[in-house]
């Protein structure tokens, strides 16, 4: 089925939007439906890599975005903050609150933070404290360069972040966090980090979030605003979720008034847009009703994402369409760390040709755009950082992935309501003579293609691509990412393309940890 057919189809249980929606909604414009690339620059990388200047001059601050010129980036989306602002913000406490910058690394505001890693947390601090002495804003700077470069600028706010939150006393945290143990969305038990996040059925929480969204109006004249829901995810009380999506939904809306009130006075129009898990049935299940939200035009841009454990493949692009509509522009977000499950070690980053793979089938699937998290041009970097501006100027297009190397891993939805079983692949035990399946989606036609297995233990596989047996080609060191002890690899045959179905009997009993289709 292909997506013009897709989106002929009727919605599911539609709600009416024009009940809900402003006139002056209509007219917030969607980001352009060519596919690009949309990145995130995060709330602290640039104040950590940048730090120790002998002095910081806004042209050399505002020159960051020009390396993003003349390349698929479509949108620069600019994380301001996490529990604390990167600017020195009225309504939240700035990161630097409390800081003493002729006081040591010892100081009460680093007490808490390991010994070890309290000369790295003042390169945050300290980088953003001078700034602000020195008169720089570095976001003005950036959505003015940005503009002049044309790239539309964006402000994403996160909306709960849990940074450090094992350390009461940490330096990213806020004054009210620390002073509301109340507001946290599991105050009787604190044993897992999510325990301790905001919980948004507070009218006092919404409130809070919502003057620094009041805030970023006021101060940034930005193209638009993502509420960044998946920063971290987990927003209300387990059991409390169906309650907490209407008044999500209610603060999505006093949200889009307020942009609408903006972009009168702005004179140019302002989208709104949502990062939410990855699938439809996980965000309504956390209370991020993301398909509503486009349905009614509150959000103009809606990007379905993993966490962070891994890059997830698989995110169900047609099935985010049909429930959403065709009116937002859709992204896919796309995280940095691989994995093939949840335990798998060790932690690894994308490549090059990973994320190739994955871009060419979310693409072919329908998405509008890539969304890049956490891919910096420093610090936080894929593995093969050479190929940085090649990801830059090829991952946002289909014609310009066309014909170049790429892998499709199987991986796994990194995020799960409470109770959700997790719809991992892998590992697979087999039994001798046992048969699995995996499914791989490798979106356009790939030609001399090879499956590729990382099996634990001395078992020779049979392998069926579509039903078509497929020969063994002996077996090859893993490229990075991928596993130390290499691949066993077996040739698909002719051209092949969107779903494959691999077929695989073991002749011993073996594990299988790693699965991937390989090919141009």
Avoid at 28 to 52: I, K, M, Q, V, Y
Avoid at 125 to 137: F, K, Q
Avoid at 381 to 405: I, N, Q
Wanted: with cysteine.
């Amino acid at each position: 089925m292909n997506r013009r057919t897709l989106l002929s189809l009727p919605l599911a249980a539609a709600a009416p939007a024009a009940q809900h929606s402003s006139a002056a909604t209509s007219r917030a414009a969607a980001p352009s439906r060519a596919t690009a690339l949309c990145l995130n620059e995060d709330n602290s990388h640039w104040f950590f890599t940048r730090a120790g200047q002998k002095e910081y001059t806004a042209e050399g601050v505002a020159s960051f975005v020009d390396q993003y010129a003349g390349t698929q980036v479509g949108e620069l989306l600019l994380s301001a903050n996490s529990q604390r602002t990167s600017f020195a913000s009225k309504a939240w406490d700035p990161i630097w609150l409390g800081y003493d910058p002729q006081g040591p690394d010892s100081q009460p505001l680093f007490a808490s933070t390991a010994e070890a890693a309290r000369a790295g947390a003042r390169k945050w601090v300290d980088t953003a404290w001078r700034l602000h002495a020195a008169g720089i804003d570095p976001y003005a700077l950036w959505i003015a360069r940005a503009r002049r470069r044309r790239i539309p600028p964006w402000i994403s706010m996160r909306m709960n972040d849990l940074h450090n939150v094992d350390d009461e006393r940490s330096y990213m945290h806020s004054t009210f966090w620390r002073e509301h143990p109340e507001f946290r969305r599991i105050p009787w038990r604190s044993a897992d980090w999510r325990d301790r996040a905001f919980d948004y059925s507070h009218a006092a929480v919404r409130d809070y979030h919502f003057r620094l969204i009041e805030e970023y109006c006021e101060r940034y004249d930005f193209d638009g605003l993502e509420l960044d829901w998946m920063r971290f995810g987990f927003h209300f009380a387990p059991g409390k979720e169906e309650e907490g999506a209407g008044l999500l939904t209610a603060f999505m809306r006093r949200t889009r008034r307020l942009l609408d009130s903006w972009q009168r006075r702005r004179g140019h129009p302002i989208a709104l847009g949502a990062r939410v898990p990855s699938r439809p049935h996980t965000a309504l299940a956390l209370g991020m009703d993301g398909a509503r939200w486009a349905r009614e035009g509150l959000v103009q841009m809606l990007t379905p994402s993993p966490f962070w454990a891994s890059i997830e493949t698989d995110i169900p692009v047609e099935l985010w369409r049909r429930l959403a509509g065709d009116r937002v522009t859709l992204g896919v977000g796309l995280e940095l760390l691989i994995r093939p499950y949840h335990a798998y070690r060790p932690l690894e980053t994308n490549s090059l040709e990973t994320v190739r793979g994955a871009a060419a089938s979310l693409l072919a699937r329908g998405a509008d755009r890539i969304y890049l998290f956490n891919y910096m041009d420093s610090q936080t970097v894929m593995a093969d950082m050479e190929h940085y501006p090649a990801l830059l100027r090829e991952c946002g297009s289909p014609a310009t992935l066309a014909g170049k190397p790429r892998r499709h891993v199987v991986t796994y939805s990194d995020t799960q309501a409470p109770g959700e079983a997790s719809n991992a692949q892998l590992p697979k035990s087999l039994a001798a003579g046992q048969w699995t399946s995996f499914r791989v989606q490798v979106g356009p036609a790939l030609a001399q293609a090879s499956a590729r297995f990382n099996v634990e233990g001395k078992a020779r596989l049979t392998v069926r691509a579509n039903g078509s047996e497929c020969p063994a080609a002996g077996h090859i060191d893993a490229p990075r990412p991928g596993p130390a002890s290499g691949f066993d690899s077996f040739r698909l045959p002719g051209r092949l393309s969107h779903w494959m179905i691999l077929d695989v009997q073991a002749a011993a009993p073996c594990t299988i940890h790693w699965v991937e289709i390989a090919g141009a």
